[in-house]
């Protein structure tokens, strides 16, 4: 069993900044990919920026250059640094990971595991 927890949201000033965090926890054996997304009221969710499997970043093109994802392999645990925030950023974030774990009988299995979100609101 796998965990995600996040933290950081929040709101905040156009042009401001936030930084989540989120932290895997459980009988983990590798993350495999692990990142962020997001979902704003009546649209999809959407990809932010993630750490694919073999560990390039791939970010949303409306947030380059403002947005940074960083991991910290010993904690399990993935950052995003939100610069300059804009109205649009506002959205309830995700964390997303592709876990292989321990399950029964120390035997390897694989699952993709969301977190419970986290508001951030960017008012102008």
């Known amino acids: 069993q796998v965990q995600l927890v996040e933290s950081g949201g929040g709101l905040v000033q156009a042009g401001g900044s936030l930084r989540l965090s989120c932290a895997a926890s459980?009988?983990?054996?590798?993350?495999?990919?692990i990142g962020w997304y997001r979902q704003a009221p009546g649209k999809q969710r959407d990809l932010v920026a993630v750490?694919?499997?073999?560990?390039?970043?791939n970010y949303a093109e409306s947030v380059k250059g403002r947005f940074t994802i960083s991991r910290d392999n010993a904690k399990n645990t993935v950052y995003l640094q939100m610069n300059s925030l804009k109205p649009e950023d506002t959205a309830v974030y995700y964390c997303?990971?592709?876990?292989?774990?321990?399950?029964?009988?120390?035997?390897?299995?694989?699952?993709?595991?969301w977190g419970q979100g986290t508001q951030v609101t960017v008012s102008s």
């Open positions: 997303n990971a592709d876990v292989t774990y321990l399950g029964n009988s120390f035997l390897r299995e694989r699952n993709d595991y």
């Open positions: 750490f694919n499997s073999g560990g390039l970043t």
């Open positions: 459980g009988r983990i054996f590798s993350v495999n990919a």
